[in-house]
């Protein structure tokens, strides 16, 4: 049985990347450059990056990173100076704050404690990331919105997907209480591989209406085939590996109108050709197939929002460039697992 359908859009829910531990020796200050060596997260995307002790960014906006610890406390360190010591910039300055009123030692209230903040990140060739206020910002490299990463000592830092979930926080600080006195065996690694990740970040990443869904493009047309007994299964196997091949439960295609942009409810319509660059489990997006959305009950139809949902696996994407014409793609997939049917009021 094939299902069609023609204009409308699509919206994916996209598997998110597995969370990363990094050292402190990940970061390059000197150019607020991340080596994170995960090739799964996207520029654009949306991430929060923790620490035990603190961040080494300036949430507050009082001039010093909100990691209390991590400033230096003489001159010449190798560290940012902080309120306690700020007044030194000679070897001969005085150590001590003229007033016995200024605290002895960098504290909570004199720079603030973030164990948490997020960004938007940019990804170069060499999977190192810089952090972004925007997402705007992070797709232009605009460097009057780049987050600078101050020159503090902090511990191990957790770096993963954004959420605003409670559960979710919850986990990501669980998270970077338990790497932080880890001496980790390399400068970047999945949180997986030394420590037992908790139940919160599952929670929200497998579930896609919690990971939230984004507006992808517009669909030109459309074709579902959910008889998996008269597929070629042969590429897929070759591309995702034989296992794959028994999970199949349907094939089909899309073409689609390819306009780069931001947008608040979606992402860059480029995402849909990357999902086929990647492997395995990232190489999956779940997709909402709309038949009508939103629809009013006027004039006897039935209002609401009925869609097709199915998880994907995109195995070849194409872009047609031709001058005289809009910018269109094409891509192909398999369905694997359930494909349902939601009636939405």
Known sequence: MALLGYGGIVELSRNWPEPMALAPEAINFSTSVIELGNSEYWTGDRIIFAAADGIPIDINGDGYADCPEGHGVYYGSTWNLGPARVHISSESDQYYQPSDSVAFYNTIATTGLATQGSGYIRIDALDRIVIYKSEIGAHNADANDKVLLSRVKTSNLVFTRYSSS??????????????????????????????????????????????????????????????????????????????????????????????????????????????????????????????????????????????YLCNLLLTNSRLNTRFDSAITGSSDFVVTGEISMRLDP
């Open 166 to 307: 409670s559960t979710y926080i919850n986990a990501v600080n669980s998270a970077a209480n338990s790497v932080e006195p880890l001496t980790l065996p390399s400068t970047s690694q999945k949180l997986e591989t030394v420590i037992a990740v908790p139940a919160g970040f599952e929670t929200i990443s497998n579930d896609p209406d919690q990971r939230g869904w984004l507006f992808q493009a517009d669909l030109q047309e459309w074709a579902l085939d959910i008889d998996a007994a008269n597929l070629d299964m042969t590429a897929i196997g070759e591309t995702f590996g034989e296992n794959t091949k028994a999970l199949v439960r349907g094939a089909g295609s899309m073409q689609f109108l390819i306009d780069h942009h931001d947008s608040s409810i979606g992402q860059d319509p480029l995402a849909i050709l990357r999902l086929v660059l990647l492997t395995q489990n990232s190489a999956k997006t779940t997709a909402r197939f709309y038949l009508y959305k939103d629809r009013d009950d006027t004039l006897n139809q039935l209002g609401g929002t009925v869609y």
